[in-house]
């Protein structure tokens, strides 16, 4: 569906002109409703070589300058989405989306960071991390990485403190679930969780029991149910709240901050919100599909259709997704990502003769900004601002990059969208940008459209059309230490002085 919206032009960033002609190093946007997480003001902003310049009502500029006129709209930095697999192998197959037409979508959606994760190769994260640099080459938009760690052993620890002192990663993924693949026990995780709080960097969690997700497959087996239903039939919410509280406690043992990635059901959020009532720093991340998406489809008489919702945790039944909105506007939950993992009906027809087969992912990418835009804020659930928390600037606040991502500020980048609230769309796989040839969101209509999206200071998305160019995108390296290690020694301190002390009883010999 790209090639029919999508411009590639060939021309670098150095003078700013693409061959399309639309990039400008200077663009003035007039008379928006500025909106930043903390404060929303009518202003114009100025944008020269990339970054924001100045913020301010009535900016006066000369000729040479692109304006935009954002009168009765909404300027807004540009999402950031901290989970997405873009050219993951994955289940005996590739996703279908690649870095150039995952980050096409999503710029054509107002997203303009992403942080993806990268899988070891055989556990090696410097393999890994290779074979990431590789596939990230064509970037047309701002990325990072996190890593996932599959095995332990001296390596992996010493290649851990060099990826986060040299190479920008500060966030390391442990799966608990995908038995046989990627899934860790409690011993590794253990080892990870010492390893990160020593080096500054947050653990994210794929929490789910990976062992009884096992046994709960093998029962639908038994049972003769090996369609897509079986998904969500052998892995229900209370193993996703089992692997959330274990994660948890286990984090608490070790005094550091852990961050919980695709939040899907209330067993798990619940978890959470008990956990940061106790003080302790847990992240929850809701991704677009558990919020708004329901399990009904999984029992679609079609296979096809059935099969594109299937992704781990599983989509769940209805009550779960509103009441992560219900959490996520109240503070419970901190920001919003898609766990972007496409394959198309061809790939997902590896299981259809076994659900333990097909290949687990959703797309959501490019309709994040809008369906949250919709859901949310639209039916009054979110203010603006806090629009702009969940989508962007707590993403770049937990991954160290706040203030040069998530806002709209003299001196940040120039990521930004501008939303017009009045404007309305339709999604669907013939539309979209994504190389799939399905959508879980075919059909949907919504409230809220991003016009434009600028980029690193290009306008890169306009009337319906995309001018994205190749190798535009930078690698944005993430430092260690973000605020939810503030003050971690000293919660050390309280946490030790809360237990029996650890002091060896001297026994006089018995007589
Ligand atoms: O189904 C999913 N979530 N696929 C991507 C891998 C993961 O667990 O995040
Ligand atoms: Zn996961
Ligand atoms: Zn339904
Ligand atoms: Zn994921």
Redesign the pocket.
Known sequence: ASESTTQFCSAGRENGVGSCGVSSTRILIKGGTVVNAHHQELADVYVENGIIVAVQPNIKVGDEVTVLDATGKFVMPGGIDP?THLAMEFMGTETIDDFFSGQAAALAGGTTMHID?VIPVNGNLVAGFEAYENKSRESCMDYGFHMAITKWDEGVSRDMEMLVKEKGINSF?F?L??KGS?MVTDDLLLEGLKRCKSLGALAMV?A?NGDAVFEGQKRMIELGITGPEGHALSRPPVLEGEATARAIRLARFINTPLYV??VMSVDAMDEIAKARKSGQKVIGEPVVSGLILDDHWLWDPDFTIASKYVM??PIRPVGHGKALQDALSTGILQLVGT?HCTFNSTQKALGLDDFRRIP?GVNGLEERMHLIWDTMVESGQLSATDYVRITSTECARIFNIYPRKGAILAGSDADIIILNPNSSYEISSKSHHSRSDTNVYEGRRGKGKVEVTIAGGRIVWENEELKVVPRSGKYIEMPPFSYLFDGIEKSDANYLSSLRAPVKRVRTEAT
């Open positions: 989970h994760f993924k799966f679930a995908y990627l794929h789910e990635v695709h781990s945790p766990d687990n």
